[in-house]
């Protein structure tokens, strides 16, 4: 099956600094997808971005598909954006290849 | 407000006892998932339904069942053949069986004493 690798798997921040979140697969894909995973287990929807960029707010998200790899960027950060950022993947029959996850740490 | 609900929060079993797990969604979408979700893991498939009346397998299905008699219902059943079934389970549901946005469930925490 397809593999997903996220990179870092931990990251710790200052409030206010940027960072680049990774996710790196191994297949071509019909759907992607970022996740925010909040302390209480919900997951919360990002982004839906099987090719080119998106933003919202202060998230952004590259998909280079030919490359087979995945950018999350999160400017300006807050310690609300504290958790586990997911990358999931589709390939086919609508199912979802989730990788371990980035645990992002951002303090005040 | 349209979206899925999953009861209950927080799950309590002895070993050896069947455990159904609810999930309900309004958002009148085709397709709905069940997920694992072990500590400092990513999720992984158990079951999933396209349609009402249909479900298949996922990664790790065995020691669940599951049942898709309504296209708003996706009960799942923990068995007593699940060997290590204490986790996280999450519930998801996408508008259609093909390549689609899905959307998540608060989870429900079963715990297995």
Redesign the interface.
Known sequence: ?IQ?EQSPPDLILQEGANSTLRCNFSDSV??L?W?HQNP????I?LF?I?SGTKQNGRLSATTVATERYSLLYISSSQTTDSGVY?C?L?TS?????????TQLTVNP | DGGITQSPKYLFRKEGQNVTLSCEQNLNHD?M?W?R?DP??????IY?S?IVNDF?K??IAEGYSVSREKKESFPLTVTSAQKNPTA?Y?C?S?M?????????G??T?LTVL
């Open positions: 099956g997903v019909n759907n997808q996740f209480w287990g919900q997951l929807n839906y099987p997911f999931a589709e029959g609508s199912r979802l290849t989730f990788g371990e996850g | 397709a998932y997920y979700q400092g893991q990513g999720l992984r498939l999933y396209q298949q996922g990664d996280f999450l998801a996408s259609s069986g093909g390549p689609g946005e899905q959307f998540f608060p989870g925490r």
